[in-house]
């Protein structure tokens, strides 16, 4: 990973999310009216994260996940309603803010840890399933790639992340329009050819223990992603 980069695009996201667009994604995130554009990219959010939840255990109990860019902890709260000990981080501390007052009182079984932070640090310990949902698309693939091999030495059985695919109804999106007005536009999505992602994803000597599952496409008026799911070769079943 070229670490430069990934810093200085690390630094941008955090400032949208925690200054420029906090407001918005408050938003977006709840259950108040929005514009339509806005309505397509919650109802496609709303899929992913479905999407997501699906290819874990439905049992989640004694588990440990990581909720890698929580942003308002839509995710951590459905994991942790299914048992698992939910470390929920993200760059944004008003986010994280906003995370922990939206958490329900009653999560059944499970717990969450909400944490300011980056997701590639390695004192966050290690866990048994990884999810990034929405929250690598800003960085260059190669980068993805490194913080998805970065989080494999800590995670035991699967790793569930989105990428925005790149298609040419995307990248006409994003030349045109992109997902907000001008004011609170997001640092730009950066798409990713599927093919390229696979190669350097199987290429990357760190994660030979690991092999490419399941692949889904959420395409919803102005939200488009696609999630993969890694797991790793065992004889233990997950």
């Known amino acids: 990973m070229a670490k430069g980069s ?17 407001k918005a994604w408050e938003r977006l995130t709840s259950n108040a009216p929005v514009s339509r554009v806005r309505a397509t990219v919650r109802a496609g959010r709303d899929e992913m994260r479905a999407t997501l939840l699906s290819w874990l255990p439905e049992d989640l109990n004694g588990r440990r996940v990581l909720d890698a860019g929580c942003g308002t ?15 929920a981080i993200d760059l944004s501390p008003t986010l994280v803010d906003l995370a922990r007052e939206r958490m329900p009182k009653d999560l059944g079984p499970g717990s969450i840890d909400f944490r300011v932070g980056d997701m590639y640090d390695p004192h966050l310990g290690d866990f048994d399933h990884v999810v990034a949902m929405d929250s690598l698309i800003h960085y260059q693939v190669h980068d993805t790639v490194s913080v998805l091999a970065g989080l494999a030495a800590n995670t035991r059985h699967s790793m569930v992340f989105t990428f925005a695919p790149k298609t040419p109804l995307l990248a006409v999106m994003h030349v045109s329009g992109r997902l907000f ?8 999505i950066v798409p990713v050819a599927e093919k390229k992602l696979r190669t350097l994803i199987t290429e990357e000597s760190r994660m030979g223990g690991w092999r490419i599952e399941r692949t889904q496409r959420i395409q919803r008026g102005f939200y488009t992603s696609q999630a993969l799911e890694i797991v790793r070769l065992s004889t233990t079943p997950p």
Do not use: H, L, W
């Open 181 to 188: 007005p001008r004011g609170d536009r997001s640092p730009s």
């Open 6 to 22: 990934y810093e200085k695009r690390r630094g941008q996201i955090e400032n949208y999310f925690d200054r420029t667009a906090a």
């Open 73 to 87: 902890g839509a995710f951590a709260f459905e994991a942790a309603r299914r048992g698992a000990e939910v470390v």
